[in-house]
């Protein structure tokens, strides 16, 4: 496949991220995040704003949370965006509603099925718990949510012409591997539900983010059949990118292909003598070595 | 919002045009039907429990099979797809058709789909049939990448949701992908489908219209008696690109993307706010971005889909935006004919612009017996109004506090 970066200047091409963090809790757990107080700094959450969420949306409204907690100094988040990329969020209460459904008709149906349980909704709840004003959606809903939602960011953060959204939270969930129900939807298996949290702006030259995003699009045609289904996994793999990215404690890239061919690359900038070097991958290959 | 200075960008111009609603699923056919103000609403069978209070809506009466050759399926074939994937799929071939696009597999052209609740209905219809892939470990890729594979779309391809605003956010975000020249062009739109559960659960939250007797009347945004809103199903797809590819492939011009404008009301994940503010900025947002004034706005198709607070609210944001513009500015809810199709609901209005360009008439709402006072606007009630429409506004508004606004021009 060929690719070519979005812009000539590699490593800005796409966007910096300015913090980050991710979290994750067994199913078992999760329960405890629910309720758990917010880190300090952060504004605090509406009362029982948790209570129903889609566990999905549980873990990242805590990452989130996390990553503001992280951030050097206080930032102003009232026309941020948010970009929710989860992946086959709200199955167990989807399955709960469904066998109620069956077995006592429409009225047996809970309201908050579509406003918790939709693509939309985990972007709703972290827009809505941190009185956001910049625009949000979903993404993705699948298994190739991380690459959709990575692009998607990308697309508003940097190519945003109509957006105006100088500041965007992407957020990306993902179940290690996907809760096993019985009959009456409830889960057999313990699972652990992953978020991660990145803050995004627009790459600029002159900004010392350590950490960056790199959209390089193919310029040959893909072919009919979709590719792979991507390894379930991924979004743990990726996350321990981010981490050793972020800390250098090993210089490492990694790359996520898209299903058209398109790949967003983690760039690591350092600062050598006054010069600010930007390592990319030297093979797409090296993605799979942090796995 | 301030959204960025569009000066210096080509016009991402509209070629191609597809839809399935409950006013039919042809350009002319549904612009007709909506001077006409004639409703696609009536009587369904709403599911499981025949005790289920709504038993109304404004389904699809009949999915055209797409052209042969558009999409490689034969006509059995397609009959044989689920009813979500041949809603997106008739209207998206349509499209292709319509703008005469060789999509040929190549990178350059994308796919966005606005779809809320794609999951959440794959699982429910599975389940109804007797399926369990709600209750089993499968990972279902999403419906955008077979559509476009159906479709010989070999670029970026991504299903985007901002609930009921999700189809013009898949508009917005096709027009960034052109403007950053990652595509030449791009298709999109968005689709929904009536689902047992789906009615069932904007019922429970008192959503629907409960008019029971009278479906036909049931959906009368800004009246007095609205009681909420009629779930539709349906939407609409469109193939945009520059204007300068457009002419120099000779290709038919319905309309220019001229703005978009979006926030988040960032209050709460079922009710609108009360205070027009997020929405005003979307839409002056949106006029900003396709650098018009209120005064040159000819046309709104409002959201309003007949709910008691989000009426009133949509009233007052437009107030906030247009200023002392508003009153000589027509405003009207198609949703009054074509019951509220969720997902694709944007893109929808955004094809009732086109139509009133087109037919220079800003399209009635119907059922507006008696406004309500607290949306004083220049409504259209039951007839359309004859005037000259160049410059048209859209709102979307979502749950979870989505707003949008899309700004369409003349060609």
Known sequence: ?291 | MTPPDRSALEPVVITGVGAVSPLGCAFDEIADNLLAGRSGVRAINPGPDAGEPVQFAAPVARIPSPLAGTCGLHPGEFERLGRLEQLCLSPLAAAVADAGLDCDRGPRIGLVLGLGAEHLTTWELDFLEGGERVLGDSRDRTLVHRLARRLGIGGPAVTVAAACASSGYAMAMGRTWIDSGWVDACVVGGCDILSPTAIAAFSHLRALSRRTDDPARASRPFDGDRDGFVMAEGGAFFVLERQTAARARAATIRGELAGVGMSSDGQHLAMPSPDPVHAARAISAALANAGVAPEEIDYVNAHAAGTPVGDIAEAGAIRQALGAATDGIPVSSTKSMSGHMISGAAAFEALACLAAIERQAAPPTINLDRPDVQCRLDHVPHVFRPRRIRVTASNSFGFGGSNLCLVLRAA
């Open chain 1, 1 to 291: 496949m060929n690719l070519i970066a979005s812009s000539p200047f590699p490593g800005s091409a796409g966007c910096s991220i300015r913090g980050h963090a991710v979290v994750a809790s067994r199913l078992s757990s999760l329960a405890a995040l629910r309720d758990a107080a917010v880190p300090p700094g952060c504004p605090a959450l509406p009362p029982r704003f948790l209570r129903q969420s889609d566990e999905h949306t549980v873990v990242a409204v805590r990452a989130v949370l996390a990553a503001m907690a992280g951030l050097p100094e206080p930032m102003n988040f009232d026309r941020c965006g948010v970009i929710a990329a989860p992946c086959q969020a709200g199955r167990i209460a989807a399955a709960r509603s469904l066998t109620q459904l069956q077995a006592s008709g429409a009225g047996g149906v809970s309201p908050p099925i579509v406003p918790q349980c939709s693509l939309h909704s985990l972007g709703d709840a972290v827009s809505v718990a941190l009185g956001m004003h910049g625009p949000h959606i979903g993404v993705g809903g699948g298994p190739d949510a991380l690459a959709e939602g990575l692009f998607a960011a990308v697309s508003l953060v940097q190519g945003g012409t109509g957006s105006g959204c100088d500041l965007a939270w992407l957020v990306v969930t993902d179940w290690d591997t996907e809760p096993l129900l019985d009959a009456a939807g409830m889960p057999t298996n313990d699972p652990s539900c992953r978020a991660l949290a990145m803050l995004l702006a627009p790459a600029d030259p002159a900004d010392d983010d350590r950490l960056s995003l790199s959209l390089h699009m193919p310029t040959a045609a893909v072919g009919a059949a979709l590719p792979a289904d991507p390894p379930a996994g991924g979004l743990a793999a990726f996350c321990r990118a981010v981490e050793m990215c972020a800390t250098g404690s090993v210089l490492t890239s990694w790359a996520v292909s898209c299903p058209w061919g398109a790949e967003i690359r983690l760039v690591v900038r350092e600062q050598v003598e006054g010069l600010m070097l930007h390592r990319i991958p030297a093979a797409v290959s090296r993605r799979r070595e942090a796995a």
